[in-house]
């Protein structure tokens, strides 16, 4: 939008200047105030198109706060998915319990972090690098 200003403007001195007639001048202004209005509508459009990254939060973060519920309500496929997030083994029975199987690098991460703030009165910041973590599991 600088760029149409800018035009604006130098179109508004060479006019002053009598460089160019008052019709080339309206004619000018009239394209250029059309193209930013195009422009302006268009930048609009994408401010208000949800993104994949918008989607993300407004679906999954309601469902990740209500994973309990969420879960209850689901199918199997449905269970069998949030499982296969959260662990990253098969689960294994033994004596009507679960083993020990090792959580996802998305869950480790969080648990990791989790145990950062753990012991702390004052909260303070965690001395782990997420992204460095997030990059070994990608």
């Not at 060479?14 to 000018?28: C, K, L, P, V, Y």
């Not at 004596?95 to 702390?120: C, D, H, M, W, Y």
Request: aromatic share 10%; with cysteine; proline share 3%.
């Amino acid at each position: 939008m600088e760029v149409f200003e800018k035009w604006k403007a130098n179109l508004q001195d060479r006019f002053w200047d009598n460089e160019i007639t008052s019709g080339a001048f309206n004619d000018m202004m009239d394209k250029v105030n059309t193209d930013m209005a195009r422009l302006q509508n268009s930048l609009d459009g994408l401010q208000q198109e949800m993104t994949p990254y918008k989607k993300y939060i407004k679906h999954t973060i309601p469902m990740l706060q209500n994973i309990v519920e969420y879960n209850k309500k689901a199918d199997g496929v449905t269970k069998n998915k949030i499982l296969c997030c959260i662990f990253d083994g098969k689960l294994v029975l033994e004596n009507g319990r679960v083993a020990a199987t090792p959580f996802s690098p998305a869950v480790q991460i969080l648990l990791n972090i989790t145990k950062g703030f753990e012991g702390s009165e004052k909260k303070k910041e965690v001395k782990f690098d997420l992204f460095s973590a997030l990059a070994r599991f990608t």
